[in-house]
């Protein structure tokens, strides 16, 4: 089955700690988003990038890295300039031809310890 | 900029009773408009999506109509069921061009739950 793999579902980051948070798609999409999900709040747009080997920094960038080196992978770095990490993580991807929904992984629940 | 306001929850109904959830959007040019739902501790699911004005999205019951006119995509559904209960989030999709093609904006999210 096509979808979107998050891994890990958990994820625990010390202090001063970066950490990555991978996102696998074998849905042949060029484009692909990360999300912040915080309780009572819609999604925010992290970073998002519409086509291999480029992004674009979305609405709440500070603190966090990318990259796209393959189609079907957009992992995210927390680092520790992230002073709130704590948060609900969602990536998605979407095609780029005309009015594509976009869809989602199952997420990645990252705490402090 | 593009926004989305939903209703304010939570929305706590009856088995079989008749669901609104209001949605209300701003946005330049034509966006597409959808509706997701979240169950606990999963990712979103898109529900249902309407590209165009007049379009009607519809899905497991439920329904929007894209209002031009009012800038509006309330989702409804006619008898809600206990497997219903989740958080709903309207959404909307820029379709201007440029470096933002495609990026969603979302509601706050509705909690909805049904009870026997």
């Known amino acids: 089955d096509g979808g979107i793999t998050q891994s890990p579902k958990y994820l625990f980051r010390k202090e001063g700690q970066n950490v990555t948070l991978s996102c696998e798609q074998n849905?042949?999409?060029?484009?692909m988003y990360w999300y912040r999900q915080d309780p009572g709040q819609g999604l925010r747009l992290i970073y998002y990038?519409?086509?291999?080997?480029?992004?674009q920094k979305g609405d709440i960038a500070e603190g966090y890295s990318v990259s796209r080196e393959k189609k079907e992978s957009f992992p995210l770095t927390v680092t520790s300039a992230q002073k709130n990490p704590t948060a609900f993580y969602l990536c998605?991807?979407?095609?780029?031809?005309?009015?594509?929904?976009?869809?989602f992984g199952d997420g990645t629940r990252l705490s402090i310890l | 900029g593009n926004s989305v306001t939903q209703m304010e929850g939570p929305v706590t109904l009856s088995e079989e009773a008749f669901l609104t959830i209001n949605c209300t959007y701003t946005?330049?040019?034509?966006?597409?408009l959808f509706w997701y739902v979240q169950y606990p501790g999963e990712g979103l699911q898109l529900l249902l999506k309407?590209?165009?004005?007049?379009d009607k999205g519809s899905n497991k019951g439920f329904e929007a109509t894209y209002r031009k006119e009012t800038t509006s995509f309330h989702l409804e559904k006619g008898s809600v069921q206990v497997s219903d209960s989740a958080v709903y989030f309207c959404?909307?999709?820029?379709?201007?061009?440029?470096?933002?093609?495609?990026?969603?904006?979302f509601g706050q999210g509705t909690i909805l739950t049904v009870h026997p």
């Open positions: 998605a991807s979407s095609g780029t031809g005309g009015k594509q929904p976009q869809h």
């Open positions: 849905l042949n999409h060029d484009a």
């Open positions: 990038s519409q086509i291999v080997n480029d992004f």
């Open positions: 946005a330049t040019g034509y966006p597409s």
């Open positions: 309407a590209t165009k004005a007049d």
């Open positions: 959404a909307l999709q820029d379709n201007a061009g440029g470096t933002s093609y495609g990026k969603l904006t």
